[in-house]
T-cell receptor, first 110, second 111 residues
Framework: GIQVEQSPPDLILQEGANSTLRCNFS?????LQWFHQNPWGQLINLFYIPSGTKQNGRLSATTVATERYSLLYISSSQTTDSGVYFCAVGKGGGADGLTFGKGTHLIIQP | NAGVTQTPKFQVLKTGQSMTLQCAQDMNHEYMSWYRQDPGMGLRLIHYSVGAGITDQGEVPNGYNVSRSTTEDFPLRLLSAAPSQTSVYFCASRYPWGTQYFGPGTRLLVL
């Protein structure tokens, strides 16, 4: 199956800092999504981004499918950004399961 | 819309007991799936369904059964619970090429 590697595994930043999270995957994919799991365990979808670039407020993401990686950018971090960020990919015809990476654990300190 | 709902929120079982984790969605999504989350392991796919009457196995299907009789519901059955099945279980739904939405999770402890 597809291997998904996320880096860094842990990241501690001060409020207001910027960060870049990386997701590498081992095969071609046609589905890639980023999720945020908050400290209460809730999983929220951030981006559906199999290719290209998207922005939503302070967050943006870029996927370069030909080079098999995706980046999630967080600007002007806030304490509410703390949690675990997961990248998940799929390669079937939209009808397969998503394979998740192990996540990046982000802590934003006030 | 309620989105994706799961019951119960928390459950304690004894080894060998069986139970069903319920999942329902009101977004008319064809695709539904079950994941388990263990510390340091990310989320691993247990079973998924692409529509009523159609199910398939994911990465870690052993010890679990599923069925999909309606578009809305996708229950997960533990046949004979084992301590290794202690985990947090998440149900999710989406359109085949769309954003995936997760339920709030069920925390299961098997003694």
């Amino acid at each position: 199956g597809i291997q998904v590697e996320q880096s860094p595994p842990d990241l501690i930043l001060q409020e207001g800092a910027n960060s870049t999270l990386r997701c590498n995957f081992s095969d071609s994919v046609n589905n890639l999504q980023w999720f945020h799991q908050n400290p209460w365990g809730q999983l929220i979808n951030l981006f559906y981004i199999p290719s290209g670039t998207k922005q939503n407020g302070r967050l943006s993401a870029t996927t370069v499918a030909t080079e098999r990686y995706s980046l999630l950018y967080i600007s002007s971090s806030q304490t509410t950004d703390s949690g675990v960020y997961f990248c998940a990919v799929g390669k079937g015809g939209g009808a397969d399961g998503l394979t998740f990476g192990k996540g990046t654990h982000l802590i934003i300190q006030p | 819309n309620a989105g994706v709902t799961q019951t119960p929120k928390f459950q304690v079982l004894k080894t060998g007991q069986s139970m069903t984790l319920q999942c329902a969605q009101d977004m008319n999504h064809e695709y539904m799936s079950w994941y388990r989350q263990d510390p340091g392991m990310g989320l691993r796919l247990i079973h998924y369904s692409v529509g009523a009457g159609i199910t398939d196995q994911g990465e870690v299907p052993n010890g679990y059964n599923v069925s999909r009789s309606t578009t809305e519901d996708f229950p997960l059955r533990l046949l004979s619970a084992a301590p290794s099945q202690t985990s947090v279980y998440f149900c999710a739904s989406r359109y085949p090429w769309g954003t995936q939405y997760f339920g709030p999770g069920t925390r299961l402890l098997v003694l």
